[in-house]
């Protein structure tokens, strides 16, 4: 009986897509990118992240190769919106092409996930959704988030040239999507582009970016963080045309009362929005402890320094976090008492919990925008941290770090960017399969959501399996480079590119086989345990 009782609430849990509450519809816009100059990282690495946390998005990775292309050739673009709901399939969204635009005459090869992350040059792009001004929205516009991380990836080499192209684009054919950042880098820096549409029926957008600098670290958690903007300091600052404009025929900044804030222009209610400040202070207060920032305060700087060099595990610790250790752990308030008497957190405990749960155990917020949320969430789809290397040759530079679903019961694996092909079951999409062997998002989504449902006991389990496989392909991944290197040092790049791709999708069979393994263990040797 109890194991009948887990297998209903884990039937739950696995079409919970198909039953959405309202916070969870809200929830499913939320992701996480931070972001690491190279003076700051470890290696010497620049990063950008993102953790796609939504119940829509579709949750397969793909190499799109690089092409050639004929003049007068089109490049066709899409709206992306909610499907209508079938009873039975998983909630995801629908592209509806809206229009075309003229295709350059070389594009680049990219690794094409729901939103694009990576391309063959060490160009990187993680994304995070801010909404903005309502009254900014416009679906004049032929270009949406998604669309505007493929063109660039597509056309561009330098975040610079990047930022660059996609003012000139969005001038010319429009933004149709909400507030988004775009969190831009390259092999030696790295840019937030914050853009929202020009207002009801117009064209255009309007946007600011702001370089971190080099031996600083920043993030965006769905709130717009560009304040104060210097046109003048071409190094660290480029904005629309209309930037100032807009803001005042809008009566959003008076220039005589108050200096001009891009966030508090266009996005104000992003500024007191908790989930998205709490998750800024935590970024800050892993890798920054020393700074002391308050976990309350509205505004945290736009970027700091790191305590210590940042490297690529200190990414993945911090993208695995939920607060653990903190007042604002959603598990301290349950509780049990154990053999001795003393009060103890109740293994049933889970910071993962839904919103139905969450009222269940009243428990304070939800998992939504206004309400309390942690960096991981049950509902990340897939996660990326993207390095780009300039001691590197783009062919090895070029490294994404794969995660699917929740980051915190799941494992990183080493994609390069210019492999020529990846895992069949990570090129399924497990929205379009519903439940499968043949997608791999299903054996890490099984696994976290076996998990969640005891994890102060599972989280150990889950660990056994994911910290020596985890350790392994960083270790690994070293001497692969060191091998690739020597082939491309001797002008054999096919072998290498072979190599690495070789690599890639070793790397990503292992981790698949032990997600289902993980799973089956944890379903069959604690039977009468939950």
């Not at 000139?168 to 880098?185: F, P, Q, S, V």
């Not at 853009?195 to 064209?203: A, N, Q, S």
Request: proline content about 4%; hydrophobic content about 40%; aromatic content about 10%.
């Amino acid at each position: 009986m109890k194991k009948l009782a887990l297998m209903l609430a884990l039937a739950v849990s696995c079409t919970a897509f198909a039953q959405i509450t309202p916070d969870e519809e809200i929830a499913g816009m939320e992701c996480t990118s931070i972001t690491v100059g190279r003076l700051a990282s470890k290696d010497g690495s620049v990063m950008t992240s993102h953790t796609d946390d939504s119940h829509r998005s579709r949750t397969n990775i793909w190499v799109e190769p690089a092409k050639d292309h004929q003049k007068g050739e089109m490049q066709k673009l899409y709206l992306r919106r909610w499907a209508p709901k079938v009873e039975g399939k998983m909630p995801r969204y629908e592209n509806i092409e809206i229009g075309e635009i003229p295709q350059v005459a070389h594009t680049y090869q990219f690794f094409n996930t729901a939103y694009p992350c990576m391309n063959e040059k060490q160009l990187a792009i993680g994304e995070s959704t801010f909404g903005g001004r309502a009254e900014l929205k416009s679906d004049k516009g032929l270009i949406d988030c998604q669309r505007l991380c493929m063109l660039l990836l597509q056309r561009c080499s330098t975040a610079r040239e990047a930022i660059k192209t996609a003012g000139e684009l969005l001038k010319k054919y429009g933004w149709n999507d909400a507030g988004e950042c775009l969190t831009i880098a390259d092999k030696n820096e790295v840019w937030h582009l914050e853009i929202m549409g020009p207002g009801k029926d117009k064209i255009g957008a309007v946007w600011a970016a702001q370089r971190v600098p080099d031996d600083h670290i920043s993030v965006n958690a769905n709130a717009s963080r560009i304040c104060e903007i210097d046109l003048k300091n071409k190094d660290y600052f480029m904005a629309s045309d209309n930037v100032y404009s807009l803001a005042e025929e809008n009566g959003w900044w008076d220039k005589k009362k108050e200096p001009f804030r891009f966030a508090y222009a266009y996005a104000p209610e992003t500024r007191t929005m908790l989930a998205c400040r709490r998750r800024e202070w935590r970024v800050f207060d892993l890798l920054a402890p020393s700074l002391k920032l308050d976990p309350n305060a509205e505004n945290y700087p736009f970027s700091v320094k790191p305590d210590s060099l940042v490297s690529v595990e200190d990414m993945m610790r911090v993208f695995k976090d939920y607060y653990e250790g903190t007042e604002y752990d959603m598990r301290k308030t349950l509780t049990v008492t154990d053999k001795e008497g003393k009060t103890v957190m109740s293994p049933l405990a889970n910071p993962f919990m839904k919103a139905d749960e969450l009222a269940l155990h009243k428990i304070n917020g939800g998992w939504h925008a206004r309400g309390e949320r942690s960096i991981a969430v049950h509902f990340t789809v897939y996660a990326t941290i993207l390095q780009c290397r300039n001691w590197l040759p783009d062919e090895v530079g070029a490294l994404c770090w794969f995660d699917l679903d929740n980051v915190a019961s799941s494992i990183y694996v080493p994609f390069y960017a210019n492999v020529t092909d990846l895992p069949t079951t990570y090129k399924t999409c497990g929205r379009e399969t519903g439940f499968s062997r043949k997608a791999a998002w299903w054996a890490f989504n099984r696994l976290g959501t076996i998990a969640a449902k005891r994890w102060g006991d599972m989280r150990h389990v889950v660990d056994a399996f994911w910290v020596p496989l985890q350790k392994g392909f960083i270790d690994e991944h070293y001497d692969i480079e060191k091998r690739a290197l020597q082939l491309l040092k001797e002008g054999k790049r096919d072998e290498a590119i072979k190599m690495l791709t070789d690599f890639s999708n070793s790397c990503g069979n292992q981790a698949v086989n032990k997600a289902w393994e993980a799973g089956d263990y944890i379903w069959t040797n604690f039977d009468g345990q939950w």
